[in-house]
């Protein structure tokens, strides 16, 4: 009985939950399913450990507003949306999508006891960087050795895509879409510089060899992917850490490399350069623009679109899901394969109104302005203190995604970037605490 009872004590209830809390984080990438049964074991432990205490937290009532109000609109759009467009749709759908939202509010509600100090967000990220590990293998066999899939097991529960490659595509790996693979290689690169930078004194160490190599091949694939967010989210990240100055030293190295291997291949003409060249020259296309009308470019015109949609049903949205029927009608010229409206704040407000639109984007920009005031203000060692900043970038990598694309209706980018917004607000409640305590312990002084 007594060891029954130790072993039911709260400390190691969390102490379980946080053990099947990195072990969830390690599958997240390449076993959603097994990742979702250890997250629900951590999620389940949280809660039935926690009480009521949850709801006192000013930023859980903020994100319990907006769940409420994404519920409303869905239930405005279930019960009195007449649209003769959608008179064959299934309205269950929707509710669907609401899977997307909700649930996922637990993980910033429930996953703080887990990402609360340091020492747990340094832990999680070293198991999510092994946890990617799986992701460069399918990279590297779908772009060096052609192996292609879908490779599937436990009856299709696990699903490794690695698509058949064509010229123009980028590497996409297990990912259903190079974006996907672009976003989390992207975002997973601010943490492998901490690790190998708080190494710095054990540089020729065989660990930080290990994750100069992971590090190498991240940029390397990132690269291979020919998504421009990706590669802007490098960019943002590096600079964000490191500072301006540091983007142009980059932009030197690359400028310098990318010279020497076109002199290499012209002296050199028997040495295979191409798809370095070609690389190169793909993603500077990318980010060319060759006029400035801006009706040229699709993206734009979407959003003008969009915008005009938005202003005929600005309260309640049209219904989450419903997007391709009703941007077809509206512009039947338009690609039918169009699926989301490219930008998240346009995509909330098109499912589920503005006013949830507003709410949620409020509540994103405070929190991420709040965690970089806390971090700047912050008296903590230079190890946090770089450590914090690293996870932030992680944070502004996955705005920065979201403003010209959406990655985030893929289960394993959702959770992901809940748990980056869960521990960007445990970095501004720890430092909240640690005034109180100097305070307290100054009032104790007198």
Same mark, same amino acid.
């Given at each position: 009985?007594?060891?029954?009872?130790?072993?039911?004590?709260?400390?190691?209830?969390?102490?379980?939950?946080?053990?099947?809390?990195?072990?969830?984080?390690?599958?997240?990438?390449?076993?959603?399913?097994?990742?979702?049964?250890?997250?629900?074991?951590? @999620? !389940? &432990?949280?809660?039935?450990?926690?009480?009521?205490?949850?709801?006192? +937290?000013?930023? %859980? /009532?903020? *994100?319990?507003? $907006?769940?409420?109000?994404?519920?409303?609109?869905?239930?405005?759009?279930?019960?009195?949306?007449?649209?003769?467009?959608?008179?064959?749709?299934?309205?269950?759908?929707?509710?669907?999508?609401?899977?997307?939202?909700?649930?996922?509010?637990?993980?910033?509600?429930?996953?703080?006891?887990?990402?609360?100090?340091?020492?747990?967000?340094?832990?999680?990220?070293?198991?999510?960087?092994?946890?990617?590990?799986?992701?460069?293998?399918?990279?590297?066999?779908?772009?060096?050795?052609?192996?292609?899939?879908?490779?599937?097991?436990?009856?299709?529960?696990?699903?490794?895509?690695?698509?058949?490659?064509?010229?123009?595509?980028?590497?996409?790996?297990?990912?259903?879409?190079?974006?996907?693979?672009?976003?989390?290689?992207?975002?997973?690169?601010? @943490? !492998? &510089?901490?690790?190998?930078?708080?190494?710095?004194?054990?540089?020729? +160490?065989?660990? %930080? /060899?290990? *994750?100069?190599? $992971?590090?190498?091949?991240?940029?390397?694939?990132?690269?291979?992917?020919?998504?421009?967010?990706?590669?802007?989210?490098?960019?943002?990240?590096?600079?964000?850490?490191?500072?301006?100055?540091?983007?142009?030293?980059?932009?030197?190295?690359?400028?310098?490399?990318?010279?020497?291997?076109?002199?290499?291949?012209?002296?050199?003409?028997?040495?295979?350069?191409?798809?370095?060249?070609?690389?190169?020259?793909?993603?500077?296309?990318?980010?060319?623009?060759?006029?400035?009308?801006?009706?040229?470019?699709?993206?734009?015109?979407?959003?003008?679109?969009?915008?005009?949609?938005?202003?005929?049903?600005?309260?309640?949205?049209?219904?989450?899901?419903?997007?391709?029927?009703?941007?077809?009608?509206?512009?039947?010229?338009?690609?039918?394969?169009?699926?989301?409206?490219?930008?998240?704040?346009?995509?909330?407000?098109?499912?589920?109104?503005?006013?949830?639109?507003?709410?949620?984007?409020?509540?994103?920009?405070?929190?991420?302005?709040?965690?970089?005031?806390?971090?700047?203000?912050?008296?903590?060692?230079?190890?946090?203190?770089?450590?914090?900043?690293?996870?932030?970038?992680?944070?502004?990598?996955?705005?920065?995604?979201?403003?010209?694309?959406?990655?985030?209706?893929?289960?394993?980018?959702?959770?992901?970037?809940?748990?980056?917004?869960?521990?960007?607000?445990?970095?501004?409640?720890?430092?909240?605490?640690?005034?109180?305590?100097?305070?307290?312990?100054?009032?104790?002084?007198?």
């Amino acid at each position: 009985m007594k060891i029954t009872k130790k072993l039911l004590t709260s400390e190691n209830k969390i102490n379980l939950g946080q053990n099947c809390f990195y072990i969830g984080s390690f599958f997240l990438a390449s076993a959603l399913p097994i990742s979702g049964i250890f997250y629900l074991i951590s @999620l !389940l &432990i949280s809660i039935f450990n926690s009480s009521f205490r949850t709801f006192r +937290d000013k930023w %859980n /009532i903020s *994100l319990l507003i $907006i769940g409420s109000l994404f519920f409303i609109s869905h239930f405005y759009f279930y019960f009195y949306n007449q649209d003769e467009l959608l008179s064959d749709f299934n309205k269950s759908e929707s509710l669907f999508n609401l899977f997307n939202w909700i649930p996922l509010f637990l993980i910033f509600f429930y996953f703080k006891v887990y990402l609360k100090s340091i020492k747990q967000r340094e832990i999680f990220s070293k198991f999510l960087i092994f946890g990617t590990i799986p992701v460069l293998i399918s990279c590297l066999l779908q772009k060096w050795f052609k192996v292609y899939g879908p490779l599937k097991t436990l009856g299709g529960l696990i699903v490794w895509f690695n698509k058949p490659l064509q010229n123009d595509l980028g590497v996409s790996g297990l990912f259903s879409n190079a974006n996907y693979t672009g976003f989390w290689l992207s975002i997973i690169f601010p @943490l !492998l &510089i901490y690790l190998i930078f708080i190494r710095k004194k054990n540089i020729l +160490d065989t660990k %930080n /060899i290990f *994750l100069v190599l $992971i590090l190498l091949l991240t940029l390397y694939l990132t690269i291979s992917t020919y998504s421009r967010n990706a590669l802007l989210g490098l960019f943002t990240s590096f600079t964000f850490i490191f500072g301006i100055k540091s983007l142009f030293i980059l932009l030197l190295a690359l400028t310098i490399i990318s010279t020497l291997i076109n002199l290499i291949s012209i002296f050199v003409p028997f040495l295979n350069f191409n798809f370095l060249n070609f690389t190169l020259n793909n993603l500077i296309q990318k980010f060319y623009f060759n006029s400035f009308n801006l009706n040229q470019y699709i993206r734009i015109n979407l959003w003008s679109d969009i915008l005009k949609l938005i202003v005929n049903k600005p309260l309640f949205g049209y219904g989450a899901t419903t997007f391709p029927i009703i941007y077809f009608a509206f512009n039947p010229i338009s690609y039918r394969s169009t699926q989301h409206t490219h930008n998240m704040l346009l995509q909330i407000a098109y499912d589920y109104g503005i006013p949830s639109a507003i709410a949620m984007t409020v509540f994103i920009t405070f929190l991420f302005y709040k965690t970089l005031i806390t971090i700047k203000k912050s008296n903590t060692n230079e190890k946090e203190k770089f450590f914090n900043k690293c996870w932030l970038s992680c944070f502004l990598i996955a705005i920065i995604h979201h403003l010209s694309d959406i990655t985030y209706f893929d289960g394993k980018i959702s959770i992901l970037i809940w748990i980056f917004i869960t521990g960007s607000n445990c970095i501004t409640e720890n430092e909240n605490k640690k005034q109180i305590q100097k305070l307290d312990a100054f009032k104790k002084s007198y």
